[in-house]
């Protein structure tokens, strides 16, 4: 038997990077998959082909995580198509870095609503399909930096920092109704998000880290599928990082 079969999950930001990783971790578990994706609609098209192959349904939705209204349409949309949700996994983010005396009001927002009030948008959206269901799980992506703090990324680690009081408040919530809800924070995970920085900086992280190596995007999908599974069921209102010993 298949960790996640017959189950649906909702993934948003799964075009690429991390996201992507978990939605074809979730596929090979015999889960059915509604992701989302804000611009990259032939990518999408293209990955909601390639998850159809693992013979389970999936279904992209360009939809703005950012946008309360559009995630709550998202929601009803994926329930009317799919049934029901039973894992969301909040994975949409963005990075606008600069140092606080060059960061401008909209770096702040752009990242607070893309990062945080998304989180909020759609884990108020599944709570209705959860309670009906009385199980559920939410997996929020926090950060490192979400955790300890980076010089030129005050925007980043504040929504960072803030969907770990989110996650563990809303465990305290839903607990009594079987919904579980953790986040994770990854260290540094080699994605597009990364691929823009300097290889040599890159290098330099990667002989600092414990490990020796950056991480992959399915090393923090083994962990989300974890999650997502019942084999964490006793599992609620933790901050788990993956990160190869950066942060001990
Ligand atoms: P990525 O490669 O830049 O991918 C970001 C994904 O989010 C894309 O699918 C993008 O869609 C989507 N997205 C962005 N804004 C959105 C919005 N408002 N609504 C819906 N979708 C949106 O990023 P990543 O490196 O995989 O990171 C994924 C998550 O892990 C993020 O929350 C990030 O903060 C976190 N994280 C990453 C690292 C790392 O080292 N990479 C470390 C710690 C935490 P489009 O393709 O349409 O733009």
């Known amino acids: 038997m298949k960790l996640l079969q017959n189950k649906v999950a909702i993934i948003t930001g799964a075009s690429r990077g991390i996201g992507k990783g978990i939605a074809l971790k979730f596929a090979e578990q015999g889960c059915n998959i ?21 013979g389970i349904k999936a279904k ?47 770096q702040w927002d752009e990242v607070i609503n893309a990062n945080l009030k998304s989180v909020f948008n759609l884990t108020k959206a599944v709570q209705k399909p959860m309670l009906k269901a009385r199980s559920g799980s939410i997996i929020n992506m926090s950060s490192v930096v979400g955790v300890k703090g ?49 290889e040599k900086v890159v290098q330099g992280w990667r002989d600092s880290i414990p490990l020796k190596r950056g991480g992959t995007s399915e090393d923090v999908a083994n962990l989300t599928l974890f999650l997502a599974s019942d084999m964490s069921s006793y599992i609620t209102g933790q901050c788990i990082n993956v990160c190869g010993g950066m942060l001990t």
């Open 60 to 106: 992209g939705y360009q939809s703005d995580a950012a946008d309360f209204k559009a995630a709550d349409q998202l929601v009803t949309d994926v329930v009317a198509e799919f049934g029901t949700v039973d894992v969301l996994v909040n994975n949409a983010g963005i990075t606008r870095d600069t140092l606080l005396m060059r960061m401008s009001e909209q």
């Open 150 to 198: 980076n010089a030129g990324q005050a925007n980043y680690s504040a929504s960072k920092a803030g969907i770990i009081g989110f996650t563990k408040s809303v465990a305290l919530e839903l607990g009594s109704r079987n919904i579980r809800s953790n986040a994770i924070a990854p260290g540094f995970i080699e994605t597009e998000m990364t691929g823009a920085l300097d």
């Open 34 to 54: 509604a992701f989302t994706y804000l611009s990259s609609v032939e990518k999408a098209k293209a990955f909601e082909s390639e998850l159809a192959g693992y």
